[in-house]
Nanobody
Framework: QVHVVESGGGLVQAGGSLRLGCAASGGTSSRYAMGWFRQATDKEREFVAAITSRGDIYGNSAKGRFTISREKDKNRVYLQMNSLNAEDTAVYYC?????????????????WGQGTRVTVSS
């Protein structure tokens, strides 16, 4: 069983920055695709960013403002979020999936963290 844990959420003012962390442990694979998703109140889960076998991918809301990175040879990733605005307020979820098949769809990820809340005050 793979255990996914997020960290780093909190309250930030509009225009500020926040860095989220995520670690996946356990399971039989040494390397997972790692993705970030978010879900705002009364909205569907939205793809934010991922590191997969096809490279780094960003959702439209993240392009130019967020950066995903990975510790070398580890299932540990970070999401640096800059120029935050009220629309970024959501629960952010980290997910792990097959390195060669997980991509942008939530259903392509097998393991999920509990989520970390990000609140951007305007």
């Amino acid at each position: 069983q793979v255990h996914v844990v997020e960290s780093g959420g909190g309250l930030v003012q509009a225009g500020g920055s926040l860095r989220l962390g995520c670690a996946a442990s356990g399971g039989t694979s040494s390397r997972y695709a790692m993705g970030w998703f978010r879900q705002a109140t009364d909205k569907e889960r939205e793809f934010v960013a991922a590191i997969t076998s096809r490279g780094d991918i960003y959702g439209n809301s993240a392009k130019g403002r967020f950066t995903i990175s990975r510790e070398k040879d580890k299932n540990r990733v970070y999401l640096q979020m800059n120029s935050l605005n009220a629309e970024d307020t959501a629960v952010y979820y980290c997910a792990a999936g097959s390195y060669y098949s997980a991509y942008t769809a939530p259903r392509s990820y097998d393991y999920w963290g509990q989520g970390t809340r990000v609140t951007v005050s305007s």
